[in-house]
C-alpha cells in the first residue's frame, strides 16, 4: 500500500454517496474513505485482522468513487494494492480458500471454460430448481449456478478477417474467457462491425485470460503472468492497437505499464500497445457503413470499469444514438454497480444479490425493448436477478450486437 496515495485522502466524504456497499449498509468502515483509513493503519503498524480483511474484501473495486474524488485520490491502484497484500498476510478460513482456488484455477482458463459448456448446457433447469437449496449450504456455490448462461453453439472466429471496402485501420482484437466461451456472439459482431467499417481484424489463435480477474481480487502473481503472455500473444500477431469489448478486459490491459512497473523491459512493451474500448475505437474511427433504421427502445447500463475506470460514457451511446430509429433510456442510479464486479458476486453473493436486484428494479423501470450492457459479468448478474425476481427477462445485447444488427439491416436478436 503506498502510503502516499493514502496521504492524498483529504477525508472529505464526497465519495460516500457513491459507493455501493455504503450506500446498502451505511458503514464507514465499507466506504472508499473508510478503507483508505483502514489502509493507512496497516501501513503504520496493525496487522489486517479479519475483519479488516472483511472490509476490504466487501470493496467491489467499482471505481465510482474515483470519479466523484475532488482530490483525485487514486483508491483504485490502494485498492488493488492492498488486497495483494490482504492475499499474502491473511489466513482465509479453509472453506474461503478452497472456493477462490476453485475460481481462479477455471474461470482465467478458455480451455477450462469450454469443459463447463456441455455440463452447463445438459443441467440448466436442474440448476435453476437445485439453487435455492444450494444456497442452504453454499451461498457462493448457488450463486455460480444462478449466473451461468444459457450456453449458445461456440463460435470459431477466422485469424484475420479483411476490411470491407479501403482499408482504414488494422487492430487486435481480445476474444477473452468468459465473454469468448460464454458470449461468442458479441465477438462474432464485434468482427464483423469492425470490418464494415473499413478496419482488418487480426485475431490471434491460442489467446489466454488477460489477466482482470486475478488483478481485481489480489492475484497479484497470476495477474503479472496472464499480462505478460497477452501482451506476447500481440506482439507476436504483429499489431499495436487491441480493441477489447469486455469493460473489466479493457480496464486493466490499459493498466499494463503499472501492473509490470517492477519490470521496466515488460512496462516499456505494455506501453508499446495501446489498447481502446470497442465503442471507444470505432466512435473514434467515425462511420462509413449504412446505418439501417432499428425502431426499439434501450436501456444502456454503465459497465463500472468502463465508466468509471476507463471514463468510457460519450462513445457507446454517440454509437447508439446514431443508429435511425433507436432511442436510448437512461437507467436511474446509473453510477452504482449492478454487484458483478468481477468475482464479486461469487465471493460476497448476498451483497451483491442486493445490488443486483435493485438494478435490475432500475432497468425495468426504463420501459425499454432491450437491456444494452458492456462487460459478460454485468449481463449475467443483471439478468439472473430478473429472473430471481420473477420477472420477464428483457433481452440483453452488447452495444456491438446492436450496431451490428443496424449496419446488416437484421432485427435485433435475430441471428444471422
Same mark, same amino acid.
Given at each position: 500500500?503506498?502510503?502516499?496515495?493514502?496521504?492524498?485522502?483529504?477525508?472529505?466524504?464526497?465519495? &460516500?454517496?457513491?459507493?455501493?456497499?455504503?450506500?446498502?449498509?451505511?458503514?464507514?468502515?465499507?466506504?472508499?474513505?473508510?478503507?483508505?483509513?483502514?489502509?493507512?493503519?496497516?501501513?503504520?503498524?496493525?496487522?489486517?485482522?479479519?475483519?479488516?480483511?472483511?472490509?476490504?474484501?466487501?470493496?467491489?473495486?467499482?471505481?465510482?468513487?474515483?470519479?466523484?474524488?475532488?482530490?483525485?485520490?487514486?483508491?483504485?491502484? &490502494?485498492?488493488?494494492?492492498?488486497?495483494?497484500?490482504?492475499?499474502?498476510?491473511?489466513?482465509?478460513?479453509?472453506?474461503?480458500?478452497?472456493?477462490?482456488?476453485?475460481?481462479?484455477?477455471?474461470?482465467?482458463?478458455?480451455?477450462?471454460?469450454?469443459?463447463?459448456?456441455?455440463?452447463?448446457?445438459?443441467?440448466?433447469?436442474?440448476?435453476?430448481?437445485?439453487?435455492?437449496?444450494?444456497?442452504?449450504?453454499?451461498?457462493?456455490?448457488?450463486?455460480?449456478?444462478?449466473?451461468?448462461?444459457?450456453?449458445?453453439?461456440?463460435?470459431?472466429?477466422?485469424?484475420?478477417?479483411?476490411?470491407?471496402?479501403?482499408?482504414?485501420?488494422?487492430?487486435?482484437?481480445?476474444?477473452?474467457?468468459?465473454? #469468448?466461451?460464454?458470449?461468442?456472439?458479441?465477438?462474432?459482431?464485434?468482427?464483423?462491425?469492425?470490418?464494415?467499417?473499413?478496419?482488418?481484424?487480426?485475431?490471434?489463435? #491460442?489467446?489466454?485470460?488477460?489477466?482482470?480477474?486475478?488483478?481485481?481480487?489480489?492475484?497479484?502473481?497470476?495477474?503479472?503472468?496472464?499480462?505478460?503472455?497477452?501482451?506476447?500473444?500481440?506482439?507476436?500477431?504483429?499489431?499495436?492497437?487491441?480493441?477489447?469489448?469486455?469493460?473489466?478486459?479493457?480496464?486493466?490491459?490499459?493498466?499494463?505499464?503499472?501492473?509490470?512497473?517492477?519490470?521496466?523491459?515488460?512496462? #516499456?512493451?505494455?506501453?508499446?500497445?495501446?489498447?481502446?474500448?470497442?465503442?471507444?475505437?470505432?466512435?473514434?474511427?467515425?462511420?462509413?457503413?449504412?446505418?439501417?433504421? &432499428?425502431?426499439?427502445?434501450?436501456?444502456?447500463?454503465?459497465?463500472?470499469?468502463?465508466?468509471?475506470?476507463?471514463?468510457?460514457?460519450?462513445?457507446?451511446?454517440?454509437?447508439?444514438?446514431?443508429?435511425?430509429?433507436?432511442?436510448?433510456?437512461?437507467?436511474?442510479?446509473?453510477?452504482?454497480?449492478?454487484?458483478?464486479?468481477?468475482?464479486?458476486?461469487?465471493?460476497?453473493?448476498?451483497?451483491?444479490?442486493? &445490488?443486483?436486484?435493485?438494478?435490475?428494479?432500475?432497468?425495468?423501470?426504463?420501459?425499454?425493448?432491450?437491456?444494452?450492457?458492456?462487460?459478460?459479468?454485468?449481463?449475467?448478474?443483471?439478468?439472473?436477478?430478473?429472473?430471481?425476481?420473477?420477472?420477464?427477462?428483457?433481452?440483453?445485447?452488447?452495444?456491438?450486437?446492436?450496431?451490428?444488427?443496424?449496419?446488416?439491416?437484421?432485427?435485433?436478436?435475430?441471428?444471422?
Amino acid at each position: 500500500m503506498d502510503p502516499e496515495l493514502i496521504k492524498d485522502c483529504v477525508h472529505c466524504g464526497f465519495c &460516500l454517496p457513491t459507493c455501493p456497499t455504503y450506500v446498502l449498509w451505511g458503514e464507514e468502515m465499507d466506504s472508499p474513505r473508510g478503507r483508505i483509513h483502514l489502509m493507512k493503519q496497516h501501513v503504520e503498524g496493525t496487522p489486517i485482522t479479519p475483519e479488516m480483511a472483511g472490509h476490504f474484501d466487501a470493496c467491489l473495486g467499482c471505481m465510482s468513487c474515483v470519479t466523484a474524488c475532488p482530490s483525485g485520490v487514486r483508491y483504485d491502484r &490502494l485498492i488493488e494494492q492492498t488486497r495483494a497484500e490482504v492475499e499474502r498476510e491473511h489466513v482465509r478460513q479453509p472453506e474461503d480458500r478452497a472456493l477462490r482456488a476453485m475460481v481462479f484455477s477455471l474461470f482465467p482458463y478458455p480451455r477450462r471454460l469450454r469443459a463447463m459448456r456441455l455440463p452447463l448446457r445438459l443441467s440448466g433447469r436442474l440448476r435453476a430448481r437445485i439453487a435455492p437449496r444450494l444456497a442452504e449450504v453454499n451461498p457462493s456455490l448457488a450463486a455460480m449456478a444462478e449466473l451461468a448462461p444459457s450456453v449458445t453453439a461456440r463460435v470459431r472466429l477466422p485469424h484475420r478477417v479483411a476490411a470491407r471496402g479501403e482499408r482504414r485501420a488494422v487492430v487486435g482484437m481480445l476474444t477473452g474467457c468468459v465473454q #469468448g466461451e460464454f458470449f461468442p456472439q458479441v465477438n462474432s459482431a464485434t468482427a464483423r462491425v469492425l470490418a464494415m467499417e473499413g478496419c482488418e481484424v487480426v485475431i490471434p489463435p #491460442g489467446q489466454g485470460c488477460c489477466g482482470a480477474l486475478s488483478l481485481h481480487s489480489g492475484q497479484e502473481a497470476q495477474a503479472i503472468r496472464l499480462a505478460k503472455r497477452t501482451i506476447k500473444t500481440f506482439e507476436r500477431a504483429g499489431v499495436d492497437t487491441i480493441v477489447v469489448n469486455a469493460a473489466g478486459c479493457g480496464s486493466t490491459m490499459k493498466d499494463y505499464a503499472d501492473v509490470l512497473a517492477a519490470e521496466p523491459a515488460w512496462a #516499456g512493451r505494455a506501453r508499446a500497445i495501446r489498447t481502446v474500448d470497442v465503442s471507444e475505437f470505432l466512435a473514434g474511427l467515425g462511420p462509413v457503413a449504412e446505418r439501417h433504421p &432499428l425502431p426499439i427502445s434501450v436501456a444502456y447500463h454503465d459497465a463500472c470499469h468502463l465508466a468509471h475506470a476507463q471514463g468510457v460514457r460519450a462513445e457507446p451511446r454517440a454509437l447508439l444514438n446514431g443508429i435511425p430509429g433507436l432511442t436510448v433510456k437512461e437507467i436511474a442510479e446509473s453510477s452504482i454497480c449492478c454487484g458483478s464486479a468481477g468475482t464479486y458476486n461469487l465471493f460476497q453473493p448476498q451483497a451483491a444479490r442486493e &445490488l443486483g436486484e435493485r438494478k435490475a428494479a432500475r432497468v425495468l423501470a426504463t420501459g425499454a425493448d432491450f437491456l444494452v450492457s458492456a462487460n459478460p459479468g454485468c449481463t449475467m448478474q443483471i439478468t439472473a436477478a430478473l429472473r430471481r425476481m420473477g420477472e420477464a427477462e428483457i433481452p440483453v445485447a452488447h452495444t456491438v450486437q446492436v450496431l451490428d444488427a443496424s449496419l446488416r439491416g437484421l432485427r435485433l436478436g435475430v441471428p444471422a
